[in-house]
Each structure stands twice: as structure tokens, then as C-alpha cells.
């Protein structure tokens, strides 16, 4: 089976669509499907087999991310979908309806996964703008889009129920990203700590993810502050860049906590990242708005301790007996049970063996097999009787 994945986001640029699309793309090709990909060109990433760049300019105040051609992708996409069995669309921007049309024009299915809330994150991007106006906007539109495909993928029940909520009609399934468990396991935290000058016995807290406004990292710092009465040697390793990384470097400079607050930048995923989970005590997260948290599970595969809000896509993963601490939306709360946490080790012991337990259950190669029976389902069916989305319609 030949299935054709289409983004506007792609390495070398990290997210967490990025990593979705890489991990599946590489377990994929097991379970008897190839994957051809049309994606951003970046820089000069040379040529990549099955990996088709599209040229685009940089998005104003992010430069990180590219807007492709409209024409350029729309071609790109028709001619890399000739002899493919069916389209699946990782975003919502050009590759959704480049996408659409080759599906259309060939009679491909065409699915996509929704993989980000846009409601939640569009008023940080565009603040002069009416936030209740923007966030209708934002329903309206996805719905539109969603209800235009032959089915949605979603990576959590609560962006289900969102989407639902939305008026989406069309079918979805849940089928979270994987995880690659050996690689996570395989960290040397040791060597991490020495390479970046941090004792063996300071106690060490770990956010990793897009430094954005959305991921609410100031609630973090915030909840350090508390915590620090009381552990004052804690110290918060921040791993990732983004549009919000000035502003918080500005604020942790102005709080005096440049010795409790240190920005990593973006690791590799292969070395560094895993040695910099296995590293830390305890994994701190605090987005209200993330559609599944695959950075939980990556600290969980590694056997780290996770402590996070629990909300939106993250509440499938954050429960009791599953190495996980959910404190209440409050800093002070947040900062007084983060620092029991380093004061009682004795009470949260149990927690790092109940996280690899439960990571095991998300693993990569039992995700991608899920996915490549979904795709083959639907490519027997139209979009009225896929017997899969009759199926799961109701999960």
C-alpha cells in the first residue's frame, strides 16, 4: 500500500507534528506501507528518497516555520500522489487543501490528523484581534475543514469531544502518536549532568517542548519560585525554542533566578534528549491546551516522574497508577506539592516504575500497526461505509 502524507511542517523543524509524522513514517514501512511525503523545503536539505520539498518564505514574526506556494504545492502534491492509495494531511494551512484536491481529482480517501487546538493558541499570535472573534473563527473554520474530509484522526478523546462540539460530522478515530521506548530507556543522565556542569545530587526539574506562550512555562517558573522556599538548590532545565523564549529569559533575569532557570535550546532527539530526560528528578508540564503530550510519555519511557495539569489531550495520560502527579491550577498548589515531591522521596518512589510500565502501551510499533489497518479499511470504502469509522465512530 503507497500512502501519501502532506504537511506544511517537517524537520529539521521541531514539534510535535514533525516528530507524529517521523515516527509513524518509520514504523510504517513494516507493516507494508510506503509513505512518500511532500513537505517544506528549509535550507538545502538535499535530496531525501520518498521526500518531495516545496520552497516557501518564512512566516512573519516566526521564522522558523515556511508558508509554501500555493501553486508550487498544490502541483507538487498532484504529481506525488499518482499511484498512491490514499491521502493523509498532517496540517491545515496549504497542505490541507493541496491535499483535498489531489484526492478529489484522483478519487483518493483523503484523512487528516488534527493534531492542534488552533482555538486556544490563535490570540497569542494575532493579539490586536478580539479574542472571542478569533476563536470563533478558528471553530468555524476547522469545522468546515473536518467536515470536507473522508475522516479525522485525532490524538486524544478530549479533542474528539472538542471537535464534536464543533458540529464535526465527519468520522474520527482516536490513534495517538507512539513512542519509541529503546530510545528513551537508553539515556545516560550521568553524562548528561556532567556535560552541562549540574552536581549529581542537585535536584533537577524538566520541561521539554516549544517554548510558546501556549505551554504557559510561566506557570512553571511561578511554581519554581514556591518550590525554591523550601528546595532552595531546585533547579528547572528548559529544552526547546520558540517565540516566548526572549521574553521568559527577560523575566528570569528580572526575578534574579538565572542559578535556578536554565534554557537548553533544542536537543537531539536521538542522544542528547534522552540523556537530558534520564538526567532530571521530575518532568513539569502546565499547557492547558495540548491535544495529546507526547513529551509526557517520551519522560515516562524514560522512567521520569511526570507532574502536569491535567487538561485537554493530556487527561489520556495523566491518571492515577500511571507515574503521574496532578496538582490543582494554581502555582502556590503546584509549587507546595513539587516541593514535597524532592522533601518525600520516600512517598513518591513508586511513581518512576509505574511510568515505564505505562509508556510501554503507547509504543510506536503498536500505534503504527493501528494506523496502517485504518488505512487499509478505508481505502476499501467510501466515506459513508468504511467499516472502521462505523466501528470507532462512537470511541
Same mark, same amino acid.
Given at each position: 500500500?503507497?500512502?501519501?502524507?502532506?504537511?506544511?511542517?517537517?524537520?529539521?523543524?521541531?514539534?510535535?507534528?514533525?516528530?507524529?509524522?517521523?515516527?509513524?513514517?518509520?514504523?510504517?514501512? =513494516?507493516?507494508?506501507?510506503?509513505?512518500?511525503? /511532500?513537505?517544506?523545503?528549509?535550507?538545502?536539505?538535499?535530496?531525501?528518497?520518498?521526500?518531495?520539498?516545496? =520552497?516557501? $518564505?518564512?512566516?512573519?514574526?516566526?521564522?522558523?516555520?515556511?508558508?509554501?506556494?500555493?501553486?508550487?504545492?498544490?502541483?507538487?502534491?498532484? %504529481?506525488?500522489?499518482?499511484?498512491?492509495?490514499?491521502?493523509?494531511?498532517?496540517?491545515?494551512? /496549504?497542505?490541507?487543501?493541496?491535499?483535498?484536491?489531489?484526492?478529489? !481529482?484522483?478519487?483518493?480517501?483523503?484523512?487528516?490528523?488534527?493534531?492542534?487546538?488552533?482555538?486556544?493558541? /490563535?490570540?497569542?499570535?494575532?493579539?490586536?484581534?478580539?479574542?472571542?472573534?478569533?476563536?470563533?473563527?478558528?471553530?468555524?473554520?476547522? $469545522?468546515? +475543514?473536518?467536515?470536507?474530509?473522508?475522516?479525522? #484522526?485525532?490524538?486524544?478523546?478530549?479533542?474528539?469531544?472538542? *471537535?464534536?462540539?464543533?458540529?464535526?460530522?465527519?468520522?474520527?478515530?482516536?490513534?495517538?502518536?507512539?513512542?519509541?521506548?529503546?530510545?528513551?530507556?537508553?539515556?545516560?543522565?550521568?553524562?548528561?549532568?556532567?556535560?552541562?556542569?549540574?552536581?549529581?545530587?542537585?535536584?533537577?526539574?524538566?520541561?521539554?517542548?516549544?517554548?510558546?506562550?501556549?505551554?504557559?512555562?510561566?506557570?512553571?517558573?511561578?511554581? *519554581?519560585?514556591?518550590?525554591? !522556599?523550601?528546595?532552595?538548590?531546585?533547579?528547572?532545565? #528548559?529544552?526547546? %525554542?520558540?517565540?516566548?523564549?526572549?521574553?521568559? !529569559? +527577560?523575566?528570569?533575569?528580572?526575578?534574579?533566578?538565572?542559578?535556578?532557570?536554565?534554557?537548553?535550546?533544542?536537543?537531539?532527539?536521538?542522544?542528547?534528549?534522552?540523556?537530558?530526560?534520564?538526567?532530571?528528578?521530575?518532568?513539569?508540564?502546565?499547557?492547558?491546551?495540548?491535544?495529546?503530550?507526547?513529551? *509526557?510519555?517520551?519522560?515516562?519511557?524514560?522512567?521520569?516522574?511526570?507532574?502536569?495539569?491535567?487538561?485537554?489531550?493530556?487527561?489520556?495520560?495523566?491518571?492515577?497508577?500511571?507515574?503521574? #502527579?496532578?496538582?490543582?491550577?494554581?502555582?502556590? =498548589?503546584?509549587?507546595?506539592?513539587?516541593?514535597?515531591?524532592?522533601?518525600?522521596?520516600?512517598?513518591?518512589?513508586?511513581?518512576?516504575?509505574?511510568?515505564?510500565?505505562?509508556?510501554?502501551?503507547?509504543?510506536?510499533?503498536?500505534?503504527?500497526?493501528?494506523?496502517?489497518?485504518?488505512?487499509?479499511?478505508?481505502?476499501?470504502?467510501? $466515506?459513508?461505509?468504511?467499516?472502521?469509522?462505523?466501528?470507532?465512530?462512537?470511541?
Amino acid at each position: 500500500m503507497r500512502v501519501l502524507m502532506v504537511s506544511d511542517v517537517y524537520f529539521p523543524r521541531v514539534n510535535g507534528v514533525s516528530t507524529s509524522i517521523e515516527t509513524f513514517r518509520r514504523k510504517l514501512d =513494516a507493516e507494508g506501507v510506503e509513505v512518500r511525503l /511532500v513537505v517544506p523545503r528549509y535550507a538545502d536539505e538535499g535530496l531525501q528518497p520518498g521526500i518531495t520539498r516545496v =520552497a516557501g $518564505r518564512a512566516v512573519p514574526g516566526d521564522p522558523e516555520d515556511r508558508i509554501v506556494g500555493w501553486r508550487a504545492m498544490h502541483r507538487a502534491v498532484a %504529481e506525488a500522489a499518482a499511484g498512491c492509495d490514499l491521502i493523509h494531511v498532517q496540517t491545515p494551512f /496549504v497542505a490541507h487543501y493541496a491535499g483535498l484536491a489531489a484526492g478529489r !481529482k484522483l478519487g483518493l480517501p483523503v484523512l487528516a490528523t488534527y493534531h492542534t487546538l488552533f482555538e486556544e493558541y /490563535v490570540h497569542h499570535y494575532a493579539p490586536k484581534l478580539p479574542a472571542n472573534w478569533l476563536r470563533t473563527a478558528a471553530r468555524a473554520i476547522s $469545522r468546515r +475543514q473536518c467536515n470536507a474530509l473522508d475522516g479525522v #484522526i485525532v490524538p486524544s478523546s478530549a479533542m474528539k469531544a472538542r *471537535l464534536t462540539a464543533y458540529g464535526v460530522s465527519t468520522p474520527m478515530y482516536v490513534l495517538p502518536t507512539g513512542i519509541p521506548l529503546e530510545r528513551f530507556r537508553q539515556g545516560d543522565g550521568a553524562a548528561f549532568r556532567a556535560a552541562h556542569g549540574i552536581p549529581a545530587e542537585r535536584p533537577v526539574a524538566l520541561y521539554v517542548g516549544r517554548v510558546a506562550h501556549e505551554k504557559n512555562i510561566g506557570f512553571l517558573i511561578d511554581a *519554581l519560585i514556591v518550590a525554591r !522556599k523550601q528546595v532552595p538548590e531546585l533547579l528547572l532545565l #528548559i529544552t526547546g %525554542e520558540g517565540p516566548a523564549s526572549a521574553e521568559l !529569559k +527577560q523575566r528570569v533575569t528580572e526575578l534574579g533566578l538565572q542559578d535556578a532557570v536554565r534554557f537548553l535550546g533544542y536537543l537531539g532527539r536521538q542522544q542528547e534528549l534522552p540523556g537530558c530526560y534520564k538526567a532530571a528528578d521530575i518532568f513539569l508540564f502546565a499547557s492547558r491546551t495540548e491535544t495529546q503530550g507526547l513529551v *509526557l510519555l517520551e519522560a515516562m519511557a524514560a522512567g521520569l516522574p511526570v507532574m502536569a495539569l491535567s487538561a485537554m489531550g493530556t487527561i489520556d495520560i495523566l491518571a492515577p497508577g500511571k507515574g503521574c #502527579i496532578t496538582p490543582p491550577d494554581d502555582t502556590a =498548589a503546584f509549587g507546595e506539592i513539587l516541593a514535597h515531591f524532592f522533601n518525600h522521596p520516600e512517598v513518591w518512589r513508586h511513581l518512576a516504575a509505574e511510568a515505564i510500565h505505562f509508556a510501554a502501551t503507547w509504543s510506536d510499533q503498536i500505534m503504527a500497526e493501528h494506523l496502517a489497518s485504518l488505512y487499509r479499511d478505508c481505502r476499501r470504502a467510501s $466515506r459513508t461505509s468504511c467499516p472502521v469509522w462505523a466501528a470507532t465512530a462512537g470511541l
